[in-house]
């Protein structure tokens, strides 16, 4: 991988904290067949990396992340596809304008 895969090792979403767990082959390591995955009860975000851009891996993150979010706030009447292109809208808003928040707090 040429990019340096800048992922954080937690990530805290509505006062819980999750860990971020990356896996090089999903379907080998634990008979998966998506790139990513939360599961809201035991507070763990999988993503896997092997042969992928970081873009991508990125992308899965932010999705991850909003399915914690709606999970939480129980906002059910949101469904996946929108959910995955709120994904990767937001991965695109936040690389081309070079947003980063809270850097120096």
Known sequence: MSETLDIPKTVKVGGLVYDVILVHDRNLEDGQKTTGSCNIAFQKI???YGNRKVDGIKEDLLH???EAIITQCNLADINHQSLTTLGVMLNQVLRENRLVFFEND
């Open 64 to 66: 991850e992340i909003l």
């Open 46 to 48: 999988w993503l896997e």
